[in-house]
T-cell receptor, first 113, second 115 residues
Framework: AQSVTQLDSHVSVSEGTPVLLRCNYS??????LFWYVQHPNKGLQLLLK??????LVKGINGFEAEFKKSETSFHLTKPSAHMSDAAEYFC???????????FGKGTSLLVTP | ETGVTQSPTHLIKTRGQQVTLRCSSQ?????VSWYQQALGQGPQFIFQ???????GRGNFPPRFSGLQFPNYSSELNVNALELDDSALYLC??????????????FGSGTQLSVL
């Protein structure tokens, strides 16, 4: 079985400061890992994807995530938060077939001026 | 915009009724997946259709069923609605490839309220 745990349900940062959203995963096989973002009244958008290539994955809008097998973590970071980054972020692991996604419960990111 | 459209955007039903939600996939995609997102939770996988056949199913009862049409549009049907079925239903389309972790393109969802 595979699962993800997002360690923070809410994160608040000031505009211009770094963002860290934490995710641990559990899987009996080499998983594909993703981060998705959900803005209010909009669909889920893929930020980045890890599939056993480089452990540091760069995504859209300046986000990146590092796959650490020894720590079973896949934390999402961004050097400098922007107001438009305020949204719900989901850490996701694919099932063994690669076709179904298992979502974490989400982390709500608040960016203050 | 992802090119995946869902209708209706909002729907109110009463317990015991049946509902049909619709999804139009992004052009060129041959796979559609449906997810249920309860308030304050992450989306949960319901099932996936590939070439008009169900290709995987999550932990949902048989009263959740679906269809995929030759033009790759899709329907999600829920019979005998229960209060706990109130949620945002998300459709995602993708292009099936040989590798795992295919990229999904999500629609904005249908918000279903069961009273």
């Amino acid at each position: 079985a595979q699962s993800v745990t997002q360690l923070d349900s809410h994160v608040s940062v000031s505009e211009g400061t770094p963002v860290l959203l934490r995710c641990n995963y559990s899987s009996s096989y080499s998983p594909s890992l993703f981060w998705y973002v959900q803005h209010p009244n909009k669909g889920l958008q893929l930020l980045l994807k890890y599939t056993s290539a480089a452990t540091l994955v760069k995504g859209i809008n300046g986000f990146e995530a590092e796959f650490k097998k020894s720590e079973t973590s896949f934390h999402l970071t961004k050097p400098s938060a922007h107001m438009s980054d305020a949204a719900e972020y989901f850490c996701v692991v694919s099932d063994r077939s690669g076709y179904a996604l298992n979502f974490g419960k989400g982390t709500s990111l608040l960016v203050t001026p | 915009e992802t090119g995946v459209t869902q209708s209706p955007t909002h729907l109110i039903k009463t317990r015991g009724q049946q509902v049909t939600l619709r999804c139009s996939s992004q052009s060129g995609h041959n796979t559609v997946s449906w997810y249920q997102q309860a308030l304050g939770q992450g989306p949960q996988f319901i099932f996936q259709y590939y070439r008009e056949e169900e290709n995987g199913r999550g932990n949902f009862p048989p009263r959740f069923s679906g269809l995929q049409f030759p033009n790759y549009s899709s329907e999600l049907n829920v019979n005998a609605l229960e209060l706990d079925d109130s949620a945002l239903y998300l459709c995602a389309s993708s292009l099936r490839s040989s590798g795992s972790g295919e990229k999904l393109f999500f629609g904005s969802g249908t918000q279903l309220s069961v009273l």
